[in-house]
């Protein structure tokens, strides 16, 4: 099987060939997911996680096998950090809100960052990083354990749907956090997350599924 360290002399054959659909799938991924992060820190040091993740499981995983320059220049730098940055640009230019993940707005220093002083926002990284060892891990296990090959459109359609269903919970727990024990504070979580419901679970054609009939309870005791 072909890894990315079969050579890793850093020659100009080696590091033009590793621009290949990894290089594009890296650019155009993290491109999403800064728009749905809308934070520089945050995505910027998950990036640099994922490679500190490839290099921990690459002994069991062929697909995470890389040489050094391809995780620093070719991943973080040339893929990863071009496309989140195009991103912040985009978000800038069209005026669309950004999210304070850490809560910098308004410190005077990093002492003063509400992860470091809000027991939610800290909890809240914690689990956000956890959460996207696991998902990452997931994909390549998935990929590994099912003999798909990198080529294979399930890999595509994995990443887009995986970005199309998370933009609107992502925003939702953005203003659950933000607005926690205010007066701003919104209850309308259930509508944003149906679609996520409705995927993992099924409904059958005799029965009305648990989230078809959670959604109906709920209006009822608004009416």
């Given at each position: 099987m072909h890894t990315y360290d079969d050579d890793c002399e850093l020659t100009w054959e080696n590091f033009?060939?590793?621009f290949d659909h990894y290089y594009a799938c890296h650019l155009f991924g993290w491109f999403v997911m800064t728009f749905m992060l809308r934070n520089r820190l945050l995505?910027?040091?998950?990036s640099i996680l994922d490679e500190f993740i490839e290099l921990s499981w690459q002994h069991?995983?062929?697909h995470l096998?890389?040489?050094w320059w391809d995780h620093v220049i070719v991943d973080v730098l040339l893929s990863n950090t071009v496309g989140i940055e195009v991103a912040l640009f985009v978000i800038k230019k069209t005026g669309m809100k950004t999210y304070d993940w850490l809560g910098m707005e308004g410190a005077r220093s990093w002492r003063e960052w509400k992860i470091f002083t809000c027991h939610r926002t800290f909890g809240f990284v914690v689990t956000f990083y956890l959460f996207v060892i696991g998902r990452f891990l997931t994909m390549f296990f998935f990929l590994n354990s099912m003999l798909i090959p990198p080529y294979h459109f399930v890999s595509v359609v994995r990443l887009l749907s995986w970005a199309l269903f998370a933009?609107?919970?992502i925003r939702e727990i953005y203003e659950d956090i933000r607005t926690w024990n205010t007066s701003g504070r919104k209850d309308n979580r259930v509508e944003g997350n149906l679609s996520l419901i409705h995927?993992?679970?099924p409904t059958r054609q005799a029965e009305i599924s648990y989230a078809v009939f959670c959604l109906k309870k709920k209006k009822k005791k608004k009416k």
């Open positions: 033009l060939s590793n995505v910027h040091t998950w069991i995983l062929p096998r890389e040489c933009f609107l919970p995927i993992s679970e």
